[in-house]
């Protein structure tokens, strides 16, 4: 019997068995104390019997006057008028809209008393089908960020009246009589914004720019051209069978990532009713989160990306191309997207219209449209025009006014400088939140509400309306864009105290036919029309000639610029819980760095934490850190978006000056944007940068704790690889878990696409502190849960047989005494790193897993028994409890967990000015969640399965004279997860989910056979491929 | 123990500065008392016997000094303890008896006493949330509108009483509320404080326990000043736990629990026993 044939690691330095990290791997709280930087090292500083018995007397004495505080005096202030819903203690769910990947995602914003502290996705509607992004989750923060403006500017003077505001703007508007008046926005989805900036233009005769950092043109070219339609349109993952993706990181952040992983989860567990899953082909230059979940992954140069479409579209159409994949996959994909008989999907990250006509070709021609393909129901994610804004650009020197109304171009337009020169001869009114790059200067300042504090209705998709109403009384005195665009058109409302946009708002809802507040209960209207089929109309040979037309061969490298799941286009430049979040790929926080293949970093001897200077068309960035990516195309290097940005703040943290700017790079002009570029050259100019990189954290040192099958090898086994089952022994007298709750989770794999979302929900459920980039480095991430990213190599099962790696041959190598034994795995490991391939071949496309991995609740946990204090115990409820204001920090617990999920509180990171981040000014505190304990330093935390959530489940139940119904208890991690991965319930109810899971054969515990008897199951992941190599 | 925060730091200081003079006092006498038996021996001059020579001296020369030495450190380690103890108590925050003085000198013996006002039509949410919370002033205004206690004030509105409409902005002559008068929270000193590190729902011992106000609160309808009846601390919690038994008849929740006891013909079960002492029931 085979046993998973893959063996698996985290990083080349685990592979290569890098002494640095051995050492970290056994010393698991790494840092020794700074004596050497506190004392020198010189020898009569080191200290003897005496000084410690001096450092104990003034400790205790110091103690002793340090606890001679009087306690305080509370207040508790009632309000004067109870509003009517309030219940103080009680949280109130609203439904309104966060603004991260399009404008008008709605969202479910959880409030106590008055302030949001969680924005999960709005269960019903079909774009965030209860769950929300990494970034989306953390865009809370920028309602509480001590950055906003708090009030309007006049000419870099403070002002409290907005009266003398719109008089400023008024006659800023009056000089420019005669001279081209500008509003330069990103792009607009709310029809009442919309209907402002129209009153504005027309009382100042303006002219309106779109602006988007990410554009999307490309598409919606190719659909006018191929349909007659500009749009982006909405694509069904759910009704694909055979997906195929050049380059488009659908799963990360392309277009609409919370509803593609959603829907094309649905079609990626087999079942054994079932046992069928979509067929996931990722043909791209740089390794991505959706290459990281395809079935067969193709690296290929980001130049040729164009040729291998029009191959693609050739042999569909007469059976052969120019080009072709390794092992001829190209034609075994054709053959595969023909027999899915419209079940079939290419999409292509690519913003070139040539590249994007040819897919819409392939699509026609596989009939996509009007199955997988929906253009009715366009996503309204972008209206930039290129020739718009480059002809602004040419013009904005000699504007009257420019009205910035949220966007920031002098940061992300590639030509940023030529526009500060420009802007910098214009009077600029800005609406903007904060002092960003383009509005730097501006003569008036007038910022905006936030989203969470404002009347709006939002069209992200056509025919789907999310409407927006504040969850929070302003924050600072600022005035929507909406109203303050009216007010400056003339118009003569009340402004300023939301009614006017709330009017806005019903009049327009009722306009749609719909009960106002109706929909603004539910938080969307959806009147999104039905698919139908279009003919293609577009010229294919047109656009592959143009495509072999302007191919060139590189002379260097191609860049490929991509953004980053967190941090996106950059928008949330100052957002912490985006920077601590691990990127789901490399496992890097707060950096950017150039990512580059192993070939091509050996071949020029270059090595990770390398200091290169990258310049490409006269544009250079002086100095990124070197990151070498298993899975990246030879040839080709990568730079994330979204860094280097300049905001005005107050704030001292790590967020400060972070990464450099890759946009000056984009290739833009009047007839498109471009992400990748050619003939780059990279020099050498440093080494020795160190990543604050989580990937070889808590290293589980090659044990059995992923378990993946082939669809075939599920088919004939619903349980395979979960066949041997361990005889466990134990110590202790059973506790009966039978009756009451039993709490459980199961995690599967087989879904999770590893975006990050429940990482950055449970840090803001479980006030867990951002610890910051040093921190990181030193291994003292506070992460509650995080997700482990596995590499293994496509065929490497015959080089790594002699390697324990699946549970089937424990029994052997039990009895051989070889098993888990580090030396053996590290000595397995090494082998497999020096298989012979100098070319490093096999780093060109490995295979990736994620794993969340949060505390697994053990029913015999390990962590309990060696806790000196007993301040970890179990529940009867089988939970793992933790409690803070026993434990007094021998960390033992965490030495003694196989699963490395505890975590030490090392400082007290609130009001404490070394970690500046939101913990440490009164208005960030303010997303704190009140029924958790902020902890103090010096204790040990973990994930607690959101025992609070639990805890007013069951109370509610009881209030209400009923049993706890499956989903009242959830976990943040399960709420926000998109995918659907994360089952939390009671296994002790027969009908829950969880309880289905448990007997699901897919399921398996994680190191069975230490004989923890975790509460949490993961489901082997079962990939849609052919085994390459069978052995027995 | 005193009800009100005196300074504890003003105190140890005193102690300290005390214990300090003392100090110096003892090393006084002795210099002196060296310097006279110098000038003895150098002048020989026969002094006449001191009243501590004659009498005090032979009495504590027959003592046997160890025996005093640990009577006098037991008595001081005595005193240190006994202040300790009280010192300690109210520094981790045992603030048993604590009965601040209030912006407003809320009888609560005149209205859940003698009016006998039920507590939750006030604490309105006691039954249904974590906090019990004190009531908004619009809530005393229901009953004040009318009821301005001029009786014991030569017609006139109690001062006290005074305070609540000068914060909503009510002018009791005119029975009306004044649109443009500034109106303000009245800032009540809290007297139960948990720390944050434990966490307690109002609703669940109302609602679903049926616990009495009284049995945690105690006679708060006959105190005119309202104190801290209970210790608060975990032991007390821990101690009804394990007493108070569940009411599984009347509630579907606990149906299971409720089979079980039948079939094992049990007629109790305490809070304990169905895992009321574990301890993430209150520490997240």
């Known amino acids: 019997m085979s046993n998973s044939e893959n063996k698996y690691w985290r990083g080349i330095e685990e592979l290569e068995a890098n002494p640095a990290t051995l050492e970290n791997v056994s010393n698991e709280f790494s840092d020794k104390l700074p004596m050497e930087e506190i004392l020198g090292d010189s020898e009569e500083l080191s200290s003897n019997r005496r000084d410690f018995l ?92 001590v950055n906003r403006l708090p009030h309007p500017k006049i000419d870099g003077e403070d002002e409290e009246d907005w009266k003398n505001v719109d008089k400023k703007v008024n006659s800023i508007l009056a000089g420019a009589a005669g001279k081209p008046v500008y509003v330069v ?122 040729k291998y479409l029009v191959s693609l579209y050739n042999m569909l159409s007469s059976g052969s191309g120019e080009l072709e994949l390794p092992g001829n996959a190209l034609k075994q994909i054709a053959a595969e997207l023909k027999a899915a008989n419209g079940r079939a999907l290419v999409v292509c990250g690519s913003n070139d219209k040539n590249d994007q006509v040819i897919v819409n070709a392939i699509n026609d021609l596989l009939g996509s449209y009007g199955n997988t393909i929906n253009l009715s129901a366009s996503m309204n994610l972008s209206d930039y025009d290129e020739a718009a804004f480059e002809s602004f650009v040419s013009k904005a020197g000699s504007a009257g006014a420019i009205v910035m109304l949220g966007a920031n171009p002098v ?35 007038a910022p905006t509400n936030h989203t969470l504090e404002s009347w709006d209705v939002y069209q992200p998709m056509n025919g789907h309306y999310v409407t927006s109403q504040p969850v929070i009384s302003k924050v600072f005195n600022t005035r929507s864009a909406a109203e303050s665009l009216r007010a400056w058109a003339g118009e003569d409302i009340a402004m300023g105290d939301d009614q006017a946009s709330h009017q806005w708002v019903v009049d327009y809802l009722k306009g749609l036919g719909v009960d106002a507040n109706k929909a603004l209960h539910d938080g969307f209207v959806d009147q999104t029309p039905s698919a139908s089929s279009a003919t293609f109309a577009g010229s294919v040979s047109a656009a592959s000639s143009a495509i072999n037309a302007n191919y060139k061969a590189s002379t260097g490298f191609d860049l490929a610029l991509y953004q980053k799941v967190g941090i996106l286009d950059g928008n949330s430049a100052l957002n912490p819980w985006c920077h601590e979040l691990p990127d789901p790929v490399t496992k890097v926080t707060y950096d950017n760095y150039v990512s580059i293949s192993r070939h091509d970093a050996e071949t020029n001897e270059w090595e990770q934490g390398d200091i290169v200077k990258v310049s490409a068309n006269g544009v250079e960035i002086d100095a990124l850190p070197l990151m070498i990516q298993p899975g990246q195309a030879r040839g080709v290097i990568g730079i994330a978006l979204g860094y280097g940005r300049n905001v005005q703040t107050t704030l001292d943290n790590d967020l400060v000056d972070l990464g450099k700017n890759a946009y000056p790079f984009v290739q833009s002009s009047a007839t498109g944007t471009n992400y990748m570029v050619q003939n780059v050259t990279i020099e050498k100019v440093d080494s020795g940068y160190e990543f604050a990189q989580t990937q070889t954290h808590h290293m589980i040192e090659g044990r059995d704790y992923l378990r993946e099958a082939t669809i075939d090898e599920y088919k004939e086994n619903n349980a395979v690889r979960n066949e041997h089952k361990f005889e466990t022994v134990s110590l202790w007298s059973d506790y009966d878990y039978s009756k009451g709750h039993h709490w459980a989770m199961a995690i599967d794999m ?73 030396e053996n795995e590290l000595a397995g490991l090494d082998k497999v790193s020096k298989k012979g391939d100098k070319d490093f071949g096999h780093y060109d496309s490995v295979k990736v897993v994620h794993q969340p991995v949060m505390c697994q609740h053990c029913d015999h946990a390990p962590c309990e028994t060696v806790c000196p204090v007993l301040a970890t115990t179990h529940s009867s409820e089988g939970l793992n409890q933790m409690t803070y204001n026993r434990c007094i920090g021998t960390k033992y617990c965490g030495n003694n967990c196989p699963y490395k999920v505890r975590r030490f509180n090392w400082f007290r990171y609130n009001k404490n000015s070394k970690f500046d981040y939101h913990f440490n000014n009164e208005l960030g505190r303010m997303v704190l969640n009140p029924d958790v304990t902020v902890r103090s330093r010096g204790v040990m935390e973990k994930c607690s399965f959101c025992v609070q959530n639990i805890q007013m489940a069951k109370l509610n139940a009881k209030i209400e004279n009923r049993k706890v119904k499956d989903g009242d208890a959830q976990t943040a991690c399960a709420k926000a997860c998109p995918s659907n991965a994360i089952v939390f319930g009671d296994r002790n109810d027969p009908n829950s989910r969880i309880a289905k899971m448990f007997k699901n054969d897919r399921s398996y515990k994680m190191l069975e056979e230490v004989g923890t008897d975790p509460s949490v199951l993961y489901l082997t992941k079962i990939r849609n491929r052919k085994e390459e190599v069978q052995h027995s | 123990m005193s009800g009100s925060f005196y300074s504890n730091s003003t105190f140890v200081a005193i102690v300290i500065l005390a214990i300090v003079l003392l100090l110096i006092a003892a090393l006084m006498v002795w210099v002196l008392r060296h310097i006279t038996s110098i000038l003895k021996e150098n002048t020989d001059v026969e002094v006449e016997p001191s009243f501590y020579e004659r009498t005090i001296k032979p009495k504590m020369d027959s003592w046997n000094p160890t025996i005093v030495t640990l009577l006098v450190i037991g008595g001081l380690v005595g005193v240190l303890f006994v202040y300790g103890y009280d010192y300690g108590w109210t520094e981790i925050g045992v603030q048993q008896g604590y009965a601040p003085d209030q912006p407003i000198n809320f009888p609560h013996d005149k209205h859940a006493g003698a009016m006998g006002i039920d507590c939750q039509y006030c604490h309105t949410t006691a039954g249904k949330s974590k906090h019990a919370s004190i009531p908004s002033a619009n809530t005393c205004m229901n009953c004040h509108k009318g009821a301005q206690l001029r009786d014991n004030y030569g017609g006139k509105v109690s001062p006290e009483l005074m305070k609540l409409y000068t914060s909503v902005g009510f002018d009791p002559e005119t029975s009306s509320y004044d649109e443009d008068a500034e109106t303000y929270p009245i800032k009540w000193v809290r007297i139960h404080n948990l720390p944050d590190l434990a966490y307690f729902n109002h609703s669940q011992h109302v609602t679903v326990g049926n616990v009495e106000c009284q049995t945690c609160h105690g006679p708060i309808e006959e105190m005119a000043k309202v104190e801290q009846f209970s210790t608060l601390q975990m032991g007390w919690c821990v101690n009804c736990h394990r007493q108070r038994g569940i009411d599984v008849k009347n509630n579907k929740y606990y149906e299971d629990v409720h089979k079980e006891m039948k079939a094992n013909k049990e007629h109790y079960v305490t809070v304990a026993q169905n895992g009321g002492l574990e301890c993430s029931k209150c520490h997240y």
């Open chain 1, 54 to 145: 001096k450092f104990f007397g003034f400790s205790v004495s110091a103690v002793a006057l340090a606890a001679c505080n009087k306690t305080p005096v509370k207040y508790a202030m009632p309000y004067i008028n109870k509003p009517e819903e309030v219940t103080p203690g009680q949280a109130l769910y609203y439904a309104t809209t966060c603004g991260v990947h399009n404008e008008g995602f709605p969202v479910m914003a959880k409030v106590r008393e008055g302030r949001p502290i969680k924005l999960d996705g709005n269960p019903n509607s079909p774009l965030s089908q209860g769950a929300m992004s990494a970034a989306g989750q953390a865009s809370i923060l920028s309602l509480y960020d």
């Open chain 1, 185 to 306: 926005s990103r792009t607009v989805t709310s029809p009442i914004l919309k209907a402002s900036i129209e009153k504005f233009m027309e009382a100042h005769n303006a002219t309106h720019v779109v602006y988007d950092p990410i554009s999307y043109s490309g598409i919606t070219k190719a659909n006018q051209e191929s349909f007659g339609q500009a749009v982006i349109p909405s694509y069904n993952f759910d009704k694909a069978d055979v997906i195929v993706s050049f380059g488009a990181d659908f799963l990360g952040t392309w277009i609409s990532p919370t509803k593609f992983t959603a829907d094309y989860s649905k079609n990626r567990v087999p079942t054994p009713e079932k046992p069928e899953m979509s067929k996931h082909y990722q043909i791209e230059s740089l390794l991505s989160l959706t290459g990281t979940n395809a079935d067969y992954r193709y690296s290929i140069p980001a130049s040729k990306q164009g």
């Open chain 1, 411 to 445: 940061y992300s337009y590639n030509n940023g400088t030529k526009l500060v020169a420009a802007l910098a001869k214009v009077p600029v009114i800005s609406t903007a939140m904060v002092v960003d790059e383009s509005s730097n200067g501006a003569a008036v300042h």
């Open chain 1, 750 to 822: 087989n879904a999770c696409t590893g975006c990050g979302s429940c990482v950055v929900s449970c840090h803001i459920e479980n006030n867990v502190p951002v610890v910051g980039r040093t921190e990181v480095r030193r291994r003292r991430d506070m992460h509650w849960l995080r997700i482990d990213r596995y590499y293994s190599f496509e065929a490497d099962a015959d080089e790594t047989a002699s390697v324990r790696v699946g549970p089937s041959n424990v029994d052997q190598d039990f009895k051989k005494g070889e098993w888990s034994t580090k």
